[in-house]
């Protein structure tokens, strides 16, 4: 199973881009990238997801370096709520389209 | 529109015992997915659902866990019986099809299982 590796945690000022990196050089060419934030004691909720290309939606931007071994998740203008567990995920696409999920980076919102 | 609900939110047993755990998936999702969170380590998938078919249960732990989807709707995950270590957090997810464009899954907010 492709594996993600994640910092375990980070601090980011409120009002700041916070900037979450990814490691999934074993990932395969049908893999997508999802990320995930799980915020105390509530279940997984889902950010953004990408294959190749560069994503961004109304929560954050997803950036994929153009060998997919890495990405970056942004969050533009960080907030106290964004404080959360975040998970960079590897899907199959075919099959069971199982998630393997990391340890995940704690992001801790600054005031 | 409701999400993903399970029962019970806790859930506090005495080893030996059996519990049923309850997932109820956003209607109209055919894929249900089960994951569960053991202290200290990361979410693990357990088994996909695509209606009442096991589409792959490769990740149950061992033959004291029996998951079930009859008729394709509501999902339960039984444990018998139940030991130290199936103490965790149990996380249920449903999905459309994902391989018409990738669409994400909904989790629910999860089950607290301890086992004592």
């Known amino acids: 199973d492709a594996k993600t590796t994640q910092p375990p945690s980070m601090d980011c000022a409120e009002g700041r881009a916070a900037n979450l990196p990814c490691n999934h050089s074993t990932i395969s060419g049908n893999e997508y990238v999802y990320w995930y934030r799980q915020i105390h004691s509530q279940g997984p909720q889902y950010i953004i997801h990408g294959l190749k290309n560069n994503e961004t939606n109304e929560m954050a931007s997803l950036i994929i370096t153009e060998d997919r071994k890495s990405s970056t998740l942004i969050l533009p203008h960080a907030t106290l709520r964004d404080t959360a567990v975040y998970y960079c995920?590897?899907?199959?696409?075919?099959?069971?389209?199982?998630?393997?999920f990391g340890t995940g980076t704690r992001l801790k919102v600054l005031a | 529109e409701a999400g993903v609900t399970q029962f019970p939110s806790h859930s506090v047993i005495e080893k030996g015992q059996t519990v049923t755990l309850r997932c109820d998936p956003i209607?109209?999702?055919?894929?249900l997915y089960w994951y569960r969170r053991v202290m200290g380590k990361e979410i693990k998938f357990l088994l996909h659902f695509v209606k009442e078919s096991k589409q792959d249960e490769s990740g149950m732990p061992n033959n004291r866990f029996l998951a079930e989807r009859t008729g394709g709707t509501y999902s339960t995950l039984k444990v018998q019986p139940a030991e130290l270590e199936d103490s965790g957090v149990y996380f249920c997810?449903?999905?459309?099809?994902?391989?018409?464009?990738?669409?994400?899954?909904?989790f629910g907010q999860g089950t607290r299982l301890t086992v004592v």
């Open positions: 997810a449903s999905s459309q099809d994902p391989g018409v464009g990738n669409t994400e899954a909904f």
């Open positions: 209607s109209g999702h055919d894929n």
């Open positions: 995920i590897v899907r199959y696409t075919s099959g069971t389209y199982k998630y393997i």
